[in-house]
């Protein structure tokens, strides 16, 4: 199965746009450059949006403007106009479970805390939708003293930005491998270190 919707997670606005929370608004961003596409505001989706061919494929790109806690407005609305099942949504979003540099491709799970994902869960009525995670550390694991809200909402240190964005841009090369739904190949790519 394809992917047809591609939804970058983040919170809009200047003082947001560096922070760790935002990283997949920074992979949407790079994509829909990469492949000529220009994100425009969509108010009935509350988001910005672009359409763009990857692979051969039609698909949407995603960035909802309503805050990382209420993604899934936009994301729902999106699914139902469209008609676009779960399993055919990738969620990009930022991962405190993996260390910076790391990406991983995977299907269905709890929200593990992130509350973009809670919300998309609700809104789909399923947690079976595809999930590309972008390592951004753990303050703990980091040995930052800091609470993980306080983390994700702050800018990176710069080896760790570095990291995240290699770990971007590996993840821009198996896209195509994820919008034609071969999950197998593009994830043995992208777990190779």
Same mark, same amino acid.
């Given at each position: 199965? +394809?992917? @047809? ?6 919170? +809009? ?5 560096? /922070? ?6 920074? %992979? ?15 108010? =009935?989706?509350?988001? %910005?949006?672009? !359409?763009?061919?990857?692979? *051969?494929?039609?698909?949407? %790109?995603?960035? $909802? ?10 994301? *729902?609305? #999106? ?6 099942? $779960? ?8 991962? #405190?479970?993996?260390? $910076? *540099?790391?990406?991983?491709? !995977? ?10 994902? !809670? &919300? ?5 009525? /399923? ?11 753990? +303050? @703990? ?8 809200? &306080?983390?994700?909402?702050?800018? +990176? ?14 993840? %821009? ?13 593009? /994830?043995? =790519?992208?777990?190779?270190?």
């Amino acid at each position: 199965m +394809p992917i @047809r919707l591609i939804v970058g997670l983040g919170n +809009p606005g200047a003082e947001y746009e560096q /922070t760790r929370h935002n990283a997949g608004f920074w %992979l949407v961003d790079n994509l829909a450059n990469d492949v000529g596409a220009r994100l425009q505001r969509e108010t =009935k989706y509350n988001a %910005l949006m672009a !359409k763009a061919s990857i692979a *051969g494929y039609e698909v949407y %790109l995603l960035e $909802p403007q309503t805050y990382m806690n209420r993604s899934g407005q936009s994301v *729902g609305g #999106l699914c139902r106009f469209f008609k676009i099942n $779960p399993d055919e949504v990738l969620v990009v979003h930022d991962e #405190l479970d993996l260390m $910076p *540099g790391i990406a991983r491709l !995977k299907k269905g799970g709890s929200s593990g805390g992130h509350n973009g994902l !809670k &919300d998309i869960t609700a809104a789909l009525g /399923t947690q079976d939708y595809w999930r590309l995670r972008l390592g951004i550390g753990h +303050p @703990r694991t980091l040995s930052l003293q800091q609470q993980v809200a &306080d983390f994700v909402l702050h800018r +990176p240190r710069r080896e760790d930005q570095d990291l995240i964005e290699q770990a971007i841009e590996k993840s %821009l090369q198996v896209m195509p491998l994820i919008v034609e739904g071969k999950f197998e190949a593009a /994830t043995m =790519k992208l777990h190779t270190v």
